[in-house]
C-alpha cells in the first residue's frame, strides 16, 4: 500500500477500507507515513468526510496505538465485579467552561468513580488542567500508582493525558491545529473517543457546546458531531449520551484560570446560575446510564442536596489535595477594570470570541502551544443574555496585570451588545441524544 495513493483515494471522495485506515495511522505512528501526508489525508477527510464505519475504524486504530487503563473489577463480559462505576464528561469547549472542576468531585460524592483526563486551553477556549494549576501546588502529573490510590480514596483525579494514552491522537492534534483541519466531525469524533475508550469507562456524557464561541457555531453542526459521538461510542461498546449545549454567551460569570476556579468554589459552596444547572444536568445523566439513580429527577434531587450539603466541596477538597494543591491560600486576580453599560436596557449578546482573544492577550491563554499562562488574568461577566442593565452599572470587569488594562477595555467596550427592549433569555440545553 501506498501512502499516497491512499491520501488520492479520499481527495477524491473515496471511502478508505479498514485496512488503509489501520495502514494509515500504524504508519503515522512508525514514521512511515509523514506529517505533511498525515496533514493532507486531515484536510482531505476535513473536506471530503467519513461515513460511520471509516470513523469507527479511524477511531480505534487511534485507541491502539497506545495503551488503555486496566480494569481489574470488570468481569469479563464487561459487567462489574464489584466497586463504582467508572464514568466521565467531555465538553468540546467554550468560553467560562469550568464544569468539570465541579462534576468529578460531584460525582466521587454520589457513588461514582471519575478518572478524569483532560486538556490544556489551546485557541480561545481554556483548559481544565491550566485552570487548576492556578491552585498553589496543584500537579497535573501523576503516576499510575498515584492516580489509582487517589481513584480508591477519592473517587476522583484530574490529570493530563499520558504519553501512552492515544498517542496518534496527540500527534494528530497538534498537526490539525496548525492546518485548519480542527473543525471535522470525524477528526473530532475519532481524537474524543480514541481518548475516552483508552479510559475504559462504563458510561460517557459529552457536552456538546453550540454558537459563536464553539467549535460547532450552529445547532444542527453541534447535532451532527453528538451523533457520531454517540453512536461510534456506543458501538465501541462505550455507552455515550449527549446534551447539545449553548455557547453564545459564556458559562457562568468568570473567564479566565484562578477566577473560574474561584467561581467553581462557589458553585460547590451552593451557589445558584448557569454553571451550577448544567453541572446536575451532566451528572445527572450519568447517574442514570450507570443505574445509581432510577430517573433524572432523582439524580438532580441527590445531586442539588449534595451540593447544598457540602459533600461535593468535601470531596473537592480531598482531590485537591491528594493531587498535592493548597486551597488555603487564596488564588489572587490581577487589578481590575470596569466595563460599564452606556445607556439603560437589556443584554441582547456577547461578542465571545473578542472576549476570548482578550483573555488570552492578557496572558490567560495560549497563541501556541507551551506559551506560559497569566492565571490572574480573567473577565468577570457581570449579566446573561436577557438580563436589564442600568448606564453606569458594570457588564464587565477586566482583571489584567499590564498597563495595557485600558486598551483591553476599549476592545472590549462593545462586546457585550445592550438593546432598548426586552430579549428574550435562550435555554441553556437546546438537545439531548441517546
Ligand atoms: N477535543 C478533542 O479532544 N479533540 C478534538 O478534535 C476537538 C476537541
Known amino acids: 500500500m501506498l501512502a499516497s495513493t491512499l491520501l488520492v483515494k479520499k481527495r477524491d471522495g473515496n471511502e478508505l477500507s479498514d485496512d488503509e485506515i489501520r495502514f494509515l495511522i500504524e504508519g503515522f505512528c512508525s514514521g512511515a507515513v509523514t506529517d505533511y501526508q498525515m496533514s493532507a489525508l486531515a484536510m482531505a477527510i476535513c473536506i471530503r468526510g467519513m461515513n460511520r464505519r471509516e470513523i469507527a475504524t479511524l477511531t480505534r486504530a487511534m485507541l491502539e496505538s497506545g495503551d488503555r487503563l486496566p480494569r481489574p473489577d470488570r468481569l469479563a463480559e464487561g459487567r462489574l465485579a464489584s466497586g463504582r462505576p467508572r464514568v466521565d464528561k467531555h465538553s468540546t469547549g467554550g468560553l467560562g467552561d469550568k464544569v468539570s472542576l465541579i462534576l468529578a468531585p460531584l460525582l466521587a460524592a454520589c457513588d461514582v468513580d471519575v478518572p478524569m483526563v483532560s486538556g490544556r486551553g489551546l485557541g480561545l477556549t481554556g483548559g481544565t488542567l491550566d485552570k487548576l494549576e492556578s491552585i498553589e501546588g496543584f500537579t497535573v502529573d501523576l503516576s499510575d500508582q498515584e492516580s489509582s490510590r487517589i481513584l480508591k480514596e477519592v473517587g476522583a483525579f484530574i490529570i493530563g493525558a499520558s504519553e501512552r494514552i492515544a498517542p496518534a491522537d496527540r500527534r494528530l492534534y497538534a498537526l490539525r491545529d496548525v492546518t485548519g483541519t480542527v473543525e471535522s466531525i470525524p477528526l473530532i469524533t475519532a481524537s474524543i473517543l480514541s481518548k475516552k475508550l483508552a479510559a475504559n469507562l462504563d458510561a460517557l456524557v459529552m457536552d456538546v457546546k453550540a454558537g459563536s464561541a464553539a ?70 445523566d450519568l447517574l442514570v446510564q450507570v443505574g445509581v439513580a432510577p430517573s433524572l429527577d432523582s439524580a438532580r434531587t441527590r445531586l442539588a442536596s449534595t451540593l447544598d450539603d457540602g459533600s461535593a466541596m468535601e470531596r473537592f477538597e480531598r482531590m485537591i489535595a491528594a493531587q498535592g494543591g493548597r486551597l488555603s491560600q487564596p488564588r489572587r486576580l490581577a487589578p481590575q477594570t470596569e466595563i460599564t453599560a452606556d445607556h439603560d436596557g437589556f443584554v441582547a449578546r456577547f461578542d465571545c470570541s473578542s472576549i476570548g482573544q482578550v483573555v488570552v492577550a492578557m496572558g490567560g491563554g495560549r497563541r501556541k502551544k507551551g506559551d506560559p499562562i497569566d492565571h490572574a488574568v480573567g473577565v468577570r461577566v457581570h449579566h446573561s443574555v436577557g438580563d436589564p442593565v442600568k448606564r453606569g452599572e458594570p457588564i464587565l470587569t477586566l482583571h489584567c496585570s499590564t498597563v495595557q488594562a485600558n486598551d483591553y477595555a476599549k476592545l472590549l467596550a462593545n462586546a457585550v451588545e445592550v438593546v432598548d427592549g426586552p430579549v428574550c433569555k435562550s435555554p441553556l440545553i437546546l438537545g439531548r441524544l441517546g
Open 215 to 284: 467549535f460547532m457555531k450552529t445547532e444542527s453542526d453541534a447535532l451532527r458531531l453528538a451523533d457520531s459521538l454517540v453512536a461510534v461510542g456506543g458501538e465501541a461498546g462505550l455507552p455515550t449520551t449527549a446534551l447539545i449545549t449553548d455557547m453564545d454567551q459564556p458559562l457562568g460569570r468568570a473567564i479566565g484560570n484562578a477566577i473560574e476556579v474561584n467561581e467553581s468554589i462557589d458553585v460547590l459552596a451552593g451557589q445558584s446560575g448557569a454553571v451550577r444547572d448544567l453541572t446536575i444536568e451532566l451528572c445527572a
